[in-house]
């Protein structure tokens, strides 16, 4: 039942002293500590090194829960890996231990709003579509083949005088754009 510290600083010139004084103050008996890692990383290696390390019944102690994952959905994840392989959560800043009834409930509560957050942006994201579909906008990359670029690929691929990879180089579109667009491979 050991008490493993995971702290982060985003930038090289960073220090991560306040968060090593305060994690030892916490109870920490070990420590993992990433420099100049974002957090918008899917790894990291202290941080990979760390979940290697705990065991049942230890605690990961961290000083803020954004040190610990790129984003909400990265870090519910990560929380429930660790409730999964009977490891407890400490939060210090935002007061949050899972070893308690208290700390499980605010980790749900955590995650039903990070749900309706995602389900917000899903509904806007609709919503903006639709009001661009009714002005005549479409979204998205446009198409590498117009009707014209077609045409000249289909000719060129008539003619039997080049190949599928030539053709995409001519008319300056992925080979894959060629063989969606013109089907099978063809032997000369």
């Known amino acids: 039942m050991t008490i493993i510290a995971y702290s982060r600083v985003s930038t090289a010139d960073q220090n991560p002293q306040l968060q090593l004084d305060a994690l030892k103050i916490g109870g920490a008996e070990k420590f993992f500590t990433d420099h100049g890692v974002s957090g918008t990383l899917a790894s990291r290696p202290e941080l990979d090194k760390c979940l290697d390390y705990l065991r049942a019944g230890d605690t990961l102690l961290v000083w803020k829960l954004d040190r610990l994952g790129r984003n909400t ?33 605010m980790i749900t509560v955590i995650a039903a709003f990070a749900q309706l957050e995602r389900d917000t942006l899903i509904e806007r994201t609709k919503a903006g ?60």
């Open 73 to 105: 959905r990265h870090t519910l994840a990560l929380l429930d890996d660790l409730a999964e392989r009977e490891i407890n959560f400490r939060s210090l800043t935002e007061g949050i231990d899972t070893s308690g009834a208290m700390g499980r409930a």
């Open 129 to 188: 579509l639709a009001v661009a579909r009714e002005s005549g906008r479409t979204g998205g990359r446009p198409l590498a083949m117009d009707e014209k670029k077609l045409k000249l690929a289909q000719k060129l691929y008539d003619s039997g005088d080049h190949t599928k990879a030539e053709i995409a180089q001519i008319i300056g579109v992925g080979v894959a754009t060629i063989y969606r667009h013109l089907g099978p491979a063809r032997v000369r």
